[in-house]
Each structure stands twice: as structure tokens, then as C-alpha cells.
């Protein structure tokens, strides 16, 4: 079976092949962290996760690039509003970010560059362009050169007199239709050097260079965001290949998470913040429910909605934990042949899952006519097709709280039960005093022991 992705600049199915046998490399648009994320910031990191463990299936060795955008107006203006420093401000939500995606359990990136530790390589890059013709230096200001790259509007299908950049004339600029490599120095703002003066690089230019960077001049598969096919990755697109590279070779874009029939955005106001969402469901949960729609799909939000999608989750979970319950360990099998083919015609997975929920009805009809064996071998199924979506119930990443608290409780159990015997000895002898200082003890520790026909049982106190 061959994995087809759908690829947004020649708008094909077309199949996966790597440039390199054996190896997929992959880079994602990382977030601007200028505020916390909300539930449609993470939807790609979600989607492209599926991408990722999906490759590593089909047994590639995945160098996966997701980028930290942290200098940008947005982060320079709500820094000053605030009175921060923009730095902190970045770092800031950065950790809210990484937090996130960690609750989430997507795996954390093969390496995630922030664009301020890569001036080097784009100031490098902008000389590149320059002395080819495609950049020039106006007023401390780099602007790349439009109407210099003949296939410019590739990706989007924009013509040429059709584009609007969405930034600020640019006073220097030679055509309005230009856009900005790198910023003139502003006072108060921070700024780096270059040949052309001091400034900061403009956002396109960032993740041209990174790319190149961590994945060469050519590599697998860009990703990003739907609004992100214009004007950023058109602009990528022609950066990297003015500066010599052949750059990405497929081109992935996620739907939104849409509110109210409208794009989920802090300037909308629709916003739902991921630690919020997180007070009703859990995040396994919320990662279902992301990650349920197929990633080009838009996804309306709706309470509704995610509690349906809680619930179905519910389902399954429910059944692996049954059958481990019953028949024992459930270790990881094998996905079935359509969940395959679902995954591989481009990340299909409303299709998956519906392979998962056929399997999860088999499997629960086995289990309730006492077929054991049968239970565990498809719960081990399932399983396997969980882990691809990064939810199987039984991964370490979901479990690990749960196992860390039954640790210290058995560890506990063990001191608790030496004080209880010297307890019971010093009753035997009568002697009252040491008795009751260990039962004092326990109870200043939130620990209630009741004595029972089989001897005394001990329990942590309700809120402990
Ligand atoms: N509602 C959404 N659904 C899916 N992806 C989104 C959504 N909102 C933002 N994104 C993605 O998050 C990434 C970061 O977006 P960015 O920080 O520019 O925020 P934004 O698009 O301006 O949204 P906001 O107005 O909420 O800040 C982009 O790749 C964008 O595609
Ligand atoms: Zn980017």
C-alpha cells in the first residue's frame, strides 16, 4: 500500500515518495507565541502528529522541523502593551504552547528552532537573493522582488495583479506587490545586524531559512495551516527556490477549528483556550475530538460536539480496559487492512474510525459471549490503531499519572503496615501510650485506619 497525501500546489492526490529511501522529512508552521494557544492554534500540531506516526509506521526515519515564531509585531506590541520584555513575553507562551502539545501527547519535534537563534542563516540567505537578483535593500529594509520569480502564485493560485501582502505599504518598496525579508531597525524594538543595517527578520523569511537549515535544500513535506497558503508559503516558496533550493516537495494544509460558522481567533473573539477545554474533558479527549474530523475538513466547534466526541472515545476506551480487565494483558497488535487504507489515501481518518468502532462492537460482542481470547486479539488491534491517532488508552503518556500514584500507594502501603503491626504489638502488651501515638500519627498524616475482622485496613483521609 502506498501513502497518498494530498498535495495543496498541484491540488492531487499524489503518492508518497521520499527523496531519500527510508527517510521523511517534515516541516511544520509553528506557532506565533504571543498569547495562549486555543483550540484551533493546536489542530495542526494534532493533525500532522497523525502524519508523523503514521511515516514512522510505514517505518521511515521522520526528521520532523516545527518552528517557534518568537519576534513579531504581535509579540512586540502586546509585550510593550503590557509592559513586559517582548523576550519574556515569547518565552511565556512558548511554555504554554509546549505545555499543550504535551497534554495532547503529540510527540515532541525532532529539534524546534526559534527564528531569533537563526539570523545567521537568514541574513545568509537574504545575500543569496540579493546577489541573484531577486532581493534588494531599500531604506534599512529587504524586500523580495515579486515580479522576479515568474511562477510566483504557484501554491496559491493567486495572479500577480491579484496580490495583497496584508503588510504595511513599505515606503521603499519598488512594486506595492513586494513583501519584506527583514524590518529597519526601530527604536526600542529589538534588532539585529546585517550588511543592509541593523533589523529583525519578517516572518516568511524565518522558516525558509530553518527549513534549509535542519532539512536541506530539499526535503519531504511542508505543513502548515490553511491560512498559511497565502501570502506565507507562497513567499517561503519563493525565497527557498530564488535562493537556489528545491525546497518542499509536498504541501499539507489543515482546516480550521471553526466557531459559529467563523474561523476560531483572539480578534474574533470565538476563542476557547486549551487549559478551559481541558476543565470538561479530559486531554486524550480533546485529542480525539480534534484529531476525529479529516484534517482538511473544517471543524465547528460545538459543546455538543465535544461531548459526543467524549463520549465516543468513552467507548473505546472502555472496551480495552474491559478486556485487559478480564482477559489479561492487552498488548499492541497490528492495525487492520482498511484502517491502512483509510490512513494511507491521505490521512482519512473518519474512516479509521470507523474501522476502530466496527472493531470496538466485535470486540465488546466477544467479550459479553465470554470469547476472551477473541476480546484480547482485537483489543490488541485496537490499540494499535489508537497509537497511530495518539490515543490508544493504555500509552504510557495517558497512563503514567495513574501508575506513578499506584507506585507511592504501594510504597506507602508498606510503611503504613509496619506501624499498624507495632500498633498491634503494643496493644498485646498493653501498652497504651505507644498505641496511640501511632494511631495519632497516621491520623495527622490523613491516613484512617479501621480495624476489621481481617485485621486493620487503611485508607487516605477524602482530599488527601
Ligand atoms: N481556528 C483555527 N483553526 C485551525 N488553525 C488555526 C486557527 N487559528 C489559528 N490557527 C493556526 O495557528 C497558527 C498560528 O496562528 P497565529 O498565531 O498567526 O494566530 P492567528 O491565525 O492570528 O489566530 P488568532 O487571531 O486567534 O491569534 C497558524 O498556523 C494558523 O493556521
Ligand atoms: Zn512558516
Known sequence: MTLRLFDTETRALRDFAPLAPGHASVYLCGATVQGDPHIGHVRSGVAFDVLRRWLLAHDYDVAFVRNVTDIEDKILNKAAEAGRPWWEWAATFERSFTWAYQQLGVLPPSVEPRATGHIT????????????????????????????????????????????????????????????????????????????????????????????FYLGAAFDIHCGGLDLVFPHHENEIAQAKCAGDDFAQYWLHNGWVTMGGEKMSKSLGNVLSVPNVLKKVRPQELRYYLGSAHYRSMLEYSDTALDEGAAAYRRIESFVMRTQERAGEVTIGRWTDAFARALDDDLAVPAALAEVHGKVREGNIALDGGDLEGARAIASQVRAMLGILGVDPLDEHWTQETADASAATDALDVLVRAELERRQTARAEKNWAVADEVRDRLIRAGIEVTDTPNGPEWSLKAGQ
Open 121 to 212: 542563516q537568514m541574513v545568509e540567505m537574504m545575500q543569496r537573493l540579493i546577489d541573484n537578483g531577486h532581493a534588494y535593500a531599500a531604506g534599512g529594509d529587504v524586500y523580495f522582488d515579486v515580479r522576479s520569480y515568474p511562477r510566483y502564485g504557484s501554491l496559491s493560485g493567486h495572479k500577480l495583479d491579484d496580490v495583497h501582502q496584508g503588510e504595511s505599504a513599505g515606503e521603499c518598496k519598488r512594486d506595492p506587490r513586494d513583501f519584506t525579508l527583514w524590518k529597519a531597525e526601530k527604536p526600542g524594538e529589538p534588532s539585529w545586524p546585517t550588511p543592509w543595517g541593523r533589523g529583525r527578520p519578517g516572518w516568511h523569511l524565518e522558516c525558509s531559512a530553518m527549513a534549509e
